[in-house]
């Protein structure tokens, strides 16, 4: 056996974009927890720069089909990928990927593209974590969009997909269990719904009723939701697709703008409040002659600044309350 890399060096590869180090990070996170921790550390100020998407459904939906072509899309636009799938029923390395193997040697010799499946088992810390951690690696290395791809069921794919920040939740027609995927809790924090496999005749039923869901769903939302139609197995509908995967990547950013903004205004009035107060008391305390007197004290090393400004204040305010009790 080969001695193993330092975490250091593998942190260092990661960071230039190496595909190797890539894969051996990941493997580190879903085997070491005490070496993942120290890996996580070091890259993670070179994460936040990628768009995150989560992609989950039922299984057969065509998740992994569509985004296969997700992926040829955003590199004819000159954006690098990566690829997360924690999905037990059809794993990237089998045959069903991308339908055809062919394809998938095109993308996999694609140095912008960088896939990795993630089986569901038992994760220290959990599968959530563990998916987390792979997303920091893919998102450090400097793809610029990460995807993660996961079977809609359960709580804990509730858990992995909200690591997404844009959660594209894809349907087929006729799979009968759409309705009860959507039901999962994940018809709350879905972004954009698919109803892929649009070339079957029933498809545009399946559109009404996520339609119909969405709207008993109509909590006061800023952004709403969209059911979109594609054919993964054509492309059809795909760059319409990533036209609303862009569109809420940007509402996304106009929200974060927002809130930073806001935040500012609220400090701000909280500084401006405190020297009103402060200004009004000490002034108040100077007309009374109280600020004189302890002023005094302090010059001839009686008392500290701060104690007298407790004691004034707390006579202050004793005052006060007693002329609301009156
Ligand atoms: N008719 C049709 N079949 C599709 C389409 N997209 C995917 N499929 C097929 O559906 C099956 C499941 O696809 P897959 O991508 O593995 O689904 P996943 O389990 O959701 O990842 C495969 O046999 C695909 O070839 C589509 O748009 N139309
Ligand atoms: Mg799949």
């Given amino acids: 056996m080969k001695p193993l890399l330092p975490v250091g060096e593998i942190a260092k590869g990661v960071l230039a974009g190496d595909r190797r180090s890539v894969a051996k990070a990941i493997t580190i996170i879903e085997n070491n927890a005490s070496k993942a921790q120290e890996l996580i550390a070091s890259i993670?100020?070179?994460?936040g720069k990628a768009h995150i998407i989560?992609?989950?459904?039922?299984?057969?939906?065509?998740?992994?089909?569509?985004?296969?072509?997700?992926?040829?899309?955003?590199?004819?636009?000159?954006?690098?990928?990566?690829?997360?799938?924690?999905?037990p029923t059809s794993p990237f390395t089998g045959g069903a990927f991308l339908g055809d193997r062919i394809r998938m040697q095109e993308l996999s010799t694609d140095q912008g593209v960088f896939i990795r499946s993630m089986a569901t088992r038992n994760y220290l810390g959990g599968i959530a974590r563990a998916t987390k951690g792979?997303?920091?690696?893919?998102?450090?290395?400097?793809?610029d969009t990460v995807i993660v791809e996961t079977v809609g069921a359960g709580q804990s794919e509730?858990?992995?997909?909200?690591i997404g920040q844009t959660i594209v939740v894809v349907c087929a027609p006729g799979l009968g269990d759409e309705i009860q995927a959507i039901k999962a809790g994940i018809m709350e924090i879905g972004d954009i719904f698919v109803v892929n496999k649009a070339d079957r005749e029933d498809a545009n039923k399946a559109v009404m009723d996520i339609q119909a869901m969405l709207q008993l769903n109509n909590k006061e939302k800023k952004w709403r939701p969209t059911v979109l139609k594609t054919t993964a197995l054509t492309g059809e509908g795909v760059s319409q697709l990533i036209e609303k995967i862009e569109e809420h990547k940007l509402?996304?950013?106009q929200e974060l703008e927002r809130n930073t903004s806001r935040g500012k205004a609220e400090s701000e009035l909280a500084e401006a409040i405190k020297e009103k107060v402060a200004n009004s008391i000490i002034e108040e305390l100077k007309s009374e002659g109280k600020f004189e007197e302890f002023l005094q004290k302090i010059l001839e090393k009686k008392m500290d600044p701060a104690s007298v400004a407790e004691k004034l204040l707390?006579?202050?305010?004793?005052?006060?309350?007693?002329?609301?009790q009156n």
């Fill in 251 to 253: 509402f996304l950013e």
């Fill in 158 to 162: 509730v858990e992995i997909i909200k």
């Fill in 314 to 324: 707390n006579e202050k305010f004793r005052k006060q309350v007693q002329k609301c």
């Fill in 134 to 143: 792979a997303v920091k690696v893919l998102d450090a290395a400097g793809k």
């Fill in 44 to 47: 993670y100020p070179h994460t």
């Fill in 54 to 87: 989560g992609i989950t459904g039922p299984p057969g939906s065509g998740k992994s089909t569509l985004i296969g072509k997700i992926i040829r899309e955003y590199r004819r636009k000159g954006k690098t990928v990566g690829v997360i799938a924690v999905d």
